[in-house]
C-alpha cells in the first residue's frame, strides 16, 4: 500500500502542529548518535509521527508517552528494545522492526536474539528479568492479559511500576503500528520483508 497521508512540509504547520513537530525533532528522540531519520530530506515527519500532526492535543500527548516509556522507564533499554520487536513482529510492522533493530543493536542486542525476535520468537535469555519481561510482552500481544504467574514473575522482577511501563510501552507500539497501517500505508503484508530499506523509530 502507498501512505494515504500526505507528508508535511514544516512551513506548513500552523502553530500548534509546529509544537507537536518541535517536541518530536528537537525533544530526546533526537539528542545524541542517531540511528534512524526522524525527517525525511525537505523535513517532513516519517512513519507515525506525520499523523500525529492531524491532532495536535492528541498528538502531543501521544508523543510524550512515547518519550516517557522509551527515556523516563525503568525497564533497560534491552527490554525495552526487545519489547518494541516482540510488538513489530506481533503486528508485522516493518517500518517498527527496521527502527528497532537498529537502536537493539546499540543497546547489546545480538543478531541471534535479533533473528529471533524478528521469527516470533523469544532469545535464549540468561538473565531471568529480562525472560520475566519478554514472557509478559508475549502475553500481552496475544493474549490481552497476563495470567497470575505471569504477573507475579514480573512484578517480582521489575517492581509495579516496571509491569505499569512494560504494558504501557506494549499498548504504544501497537498504537504507532496501527497508525503506520492506516495512515502510512503499511499493511501486514509487510511481515518479514527483509527488502525494504527505509528505517525510522518511535
Given at each position: 500500500?502507498?501512505?494515504?497521508?500526505?507528508?508535511?512540509?514544516?512551513?506548513?504547520?500552523?502553530?500548534?502542529?509546529?509544537?507537536?513537530?518541535?517536541?518530536?525533532?528537537a525533544?530526546?528522540?533526537?539528542?545524541?548518535?542517531?540511528?534512524?531519520?526522524?525527517?525525511?530530506?525537505?523535513?517532513?515527519m516519517?512513519?507515525?509521527?506525520?499523523?500525529?500532526?492531524?491532532?495536535?492535543?492528541?498528538?502531543l500527548?501521544?508523543?510524550?508517552?512515547?518519550?516517557?516509556?522509551?527515556?523516563?522507564?525503568?525497564?533497560?533499554?534491552?527490554?525495552?528494545?526487545?519489547?518494541?520487536?516482540?510488538?513489530?513482529?506481533?503486528?508485522?510492522?516493518?517500518?517498527?522492526?527496521?527502527?528497532?533493530?537498529?537502536?537493539?543493536?546499540?543497546?547489546?542486542?545480538?543478531?541471534?536474539?535479533?533473528?529471533?525476535?524478528?521469527?516470533?520468537?523469544?532469545?535464549?535469555l540468561?538473565?531471568?528479568?529480562?525472560?520475566?519481561?519478554?514472557?509478559a510482552?508475549?502475553?500481552?500481544t496475544?493474549?490481552?492479559?497476563?495470567?497470575?504467574?505471569?504477573?507475579?514473575?514480573?512484578?517480582?522482577?521489575?517492581?509495579?511500576?516496571?509491569?505499569?511501563?512494560?504494558?504501557?510501552?506494549?499498548?504504544?507500539?501497537?498504537?504507532?503500528?496501527?497508525?503506520?497501517?492506516?495512515?502510512?500505508g503499511?499493511?501486514?503484508?509487510?511481515?518479514?520483508d527483509?527488502?525494504?530499506?527505509?528505517?525510522?523509530?518511535?
Amino acid at each position: 500500500m502507498t501512505a494515504r497521508l500526505a507528508g508535511l512540509l514544516p512551513g506548513a504547520l500552523d502553530e500548534q502542529q509546529t509544537e507537536v513537530y518541535h517536541a518530536i525533532t528537537a525533544g530526546p528522540r533526537a539528542a545524541g548518535p542517531q540511528a534512524f531519520a526522524l525527517v525525511d530530506e525537505e523535513g517532513r515527519m516519517r512513519g507515525p509521527f506525520n499523523a500525529m500532526l492531524l491532532s495536535p492535543p492528541v498528538g502531543l500527548a501521544v508523543q510524550a508517552v512515547g518519550t516517557a516509556v522509551r527515556y523516563e522507564s525503568v525497564l533497560t533499554d534491552r527490554v525495552r528494545e526487545m519489547a518494541i520487536l516482540v510488538v513489530a513482529a506481533e503486528w508485522g510492522s516493518g517500518f517498527e522492526r527496521e527502527a528497532h533493530e537498529e537502536v537493539g543493536r546499540r543497546c547489546g542486542l545480538t543478531e541471534s536474539e535479533l533473528r529471533a525476535l524478528r521469527a516470533d520468537g523469544l532469545p535464549d535469555l540468561a538473565d531471568p528479568a529480562e525472560r520475566a519481561a519478554l514472557n509478559a510482552v508475549v502475553a500481552l500481544t496475544c493474549a490481552g492479559a497476563l495470567s497470575d504467574q505471569e504477573y507475579y514473575d514480573t512484578v517480582a522482577a521489575w517492581g509495579e511500576r516496571g509491569l505499569f511501563e512494560l504494558t504501557t510501552l506494549v499498548g504504544y507500539y501497537a498504537l504507532l503500528a496501527l497508525q503506520l497501517r492506516v495512515f502510512a500505508g503499511e499493511g501486514p503484508a509487510d511481515h518479514y520483508d527483509t527488502s525494504r530499506t527505509e528505517s525510522g523509530t518511535s
